[in-house]
C-alpha cells in the first residue's frame, strides 16, 4: 500500500493541532472560560479530522491504467462474482479486451463473498421489433486471492 505524502503531511499537522487545542481545552477548564465548550468542540472536530487524513493517506491506492484501454462505466455489479462494464457507441474494437482488463484490475475484494469475479464488457444494440438486446464484447476473470486475470474467449 502507498501512502499519499501530502494526506500524511496534513493529518500529522492537524495532529499537532488538535494536541495544541487539547491544552488550550485544559486551560480553559481550569480558568473557567467561556469559551470552554466551544474549545471542546473546536479540539474533538480537529482530532477527527486529523485521524481520517491519517487512514485515507493510507488506504488510498491508485487506479490501475491498461494501455489501450477506455475508461467505461460499471453498470450492474451483484457484490460478489459478477460485474457488468457498459461500452460507448463509439468504443473501437481493439480497445474491448485492455478495457475490460482494466475494469478487472481496478475491483477491490473486499466484501465480496466470491474467490473470482467475472468481468464483462457489454453493448446495447437495438433489434427488430422495438427491444434491445445486450451483446457482450469482451470478458474477463479476475482471481480476488492472487490478483491474476484472465481474458476469457
Known amino acids: 500500500m502507498r501512502a499519499d505524502p501530502l494526506l500524511l503531511t496534513a493529518g500529522e499537522w492537524l495532529g499537532i ?10 486551560v480553559g477548564f481550569v480558568a473557567r472560560w467561556g469559551i470552554r465548550f466551544r474549545l471542546v468542540g473546536v479540539t474533538s472536530f480537529t482530532v477527527l479530522l486529523s485521524l481520517s487524513c491519517l487512514a485515507f493517506a493510507v488506504s488510498y491506492a491508485p487506479r490501475i491504467l ?10 450492474f ?10 461500452a460507448p457507441a463509439d ?23 466470491a474467490s473470482t469475479v467475472e468481468v464483462r464488457l457489454r453493448r446495447v444494440q437495438p433489434s427488430a421489433g422495438g427491444t ?17 486475470v484472465t481474458l476469457l474467449p
Open 91 to 113: 468504443m473501437a474494437p481493439a480497445s474491448y479486451g485492455p478495457s475490460v482488463e482494466q475494469v478487472a484490475r481496478n475491483l477491490r475484494g473486499s466484501g465480496r463473498n
Open 77 to 86: 455489479d451483484n457484490g460478489a462474482d459478477l460485474v457488468v462494464a457498459a
Open 66 to 75: 491498461v494501455e489501450g484501454a477506455v475508461s467505461v462505466p460499471v453498470v
Open 132 to 148: 434491445d438486446r445486450p451483446v457482450i464484447l469482451a470478458a474477463a476473470r479476475r482471481n480476488l486471492a492472487d490478483g491474476q
Open 17 to 26: 493541532a488538535g494536541g495544541v487545542l487539547l491544552l488550550l481545552t485544559v
